[in-house]
């Protein structure tokens, strides 16, 4: 049974970093184009990040410059590092595949206060 389990949430103030990650099992972790995701109360599920399975990768404008996606294969592992945290990137982050395909986490919650 495929699980994800994200990690690295927090409360810190604007301008703040942190580091998510995601731990991938029962998959083929190394073939799978993989995303972060997001959910701020009241709002739809938005997609953050992709990488696919050789490293490239894509942000929403929102997150340009500031995040950044990468994919450690021989541990199943993604993170997120995000920097120059802004009160509007609080939500629970989530990670599955790019096309949404396993059951999803129970999500980190990053919250940033003004």
């Known amino acids: 049974q495929v699980q994800l389990v994200e990690s690295g949430g927090g409360l810190v103030q604007a301008g703040g970093s942190l580091r998510l990650s995601c731990v991938a099992s029962a998959i083929t972790f190394q073939f799978n184009n993989m995303a972060w995701y997001r959910q701020a109360p009241g709002n739809e599920r938005e997609l953050v990040a992709t990488i696919t399975s050789d490293g490239a990768t894509t942000y929403v404008d929102s997150v340009k410059g500031r995040f950044t996606i990468s994919r450690d294969n021989a541990r199943k592992t993604m993170y997120l590092q995000m920097n120059s945290l802004k009160p509007e990137d609080t939500a629970v982050y989530y990670c599955?595949?790019?096309?949404?395909?396993?059951?999803w986490g129970q999500g980190t919650q990053v919250s940033v206060s003004s």
């Open positions: 599955n595949s790019r096309n949404g395909h396993y059951a």
